[in-house]
């Protein structure tokens, strides 16, 4: 669980059917859009990555109390990268 800005998330890592580590974040109670974000294996995904992937996210529009199809980023370093939206991974720009 993830308490920012009065809004609270909860999160989960998860290696799914990707090669590297990935966490899923979404509203507390709201079963809303979905972020997701891929790591690279050597990453230690800690609270604090989960609130900057959480406020990266939001400025790159993510709507966690509506529904939508789930949202994909890749943390390269410290900057997150979109993935486009529902499964694809094919951008490469900074979110920002």
């Given at each position: 669980?993830?308490?920012?800005?009065?809004?609270?998330?909860?999160?989960?890592?998860?290696?799914?059917?990707?090669?590297?580590?990935?966490?899923?974040?979404?509203?507390?109670?709201?079963?809303?859009?979905?972020?997701?974000?891929?790591?690279?294996?050597?990453?230690?995904?800690t609270?604090g990555?989960?609130?900057?992937?959480?406020?990266?996210?939001?400025?790159?529009?993510?709507t966690?109390?509506?529904?939508?199809?789930?949202?994909?980023?890749?943390?390269?370093?410290?900057?997150?990268?979109?993935?486009?939206?529902?499964?694809?991974?094919?951008?490469?720009?900074?979110?920002?």
């Amino acid at each position: 669980m993830l308490a920012l800005n009065g809004e609270r998330y909860r999160w989960v890592v998860s290696s799914g059917d990707l090669p590297n580590l990935r966490f899923v974040i979404e509203a507390e109670e709201v079963n809303g859009q979905r972020v997701v974000v891929g790591v690279d294996d050597e990453s230690v995904i800690t609270p604090g990555l989960v609130a900057m992937a959480v406020t990266e996210a939001l400025r790159a529009g993510w709507t966690p109390q509506e529904r939508g199809p789930q949202l994909h980023f890749h943390l390269d370093g410290e900057q997150l990268l979109p993935h486009g939206v529902g499964g694809g991974w094919p951008a490469s720009n900074p979110v920002g």
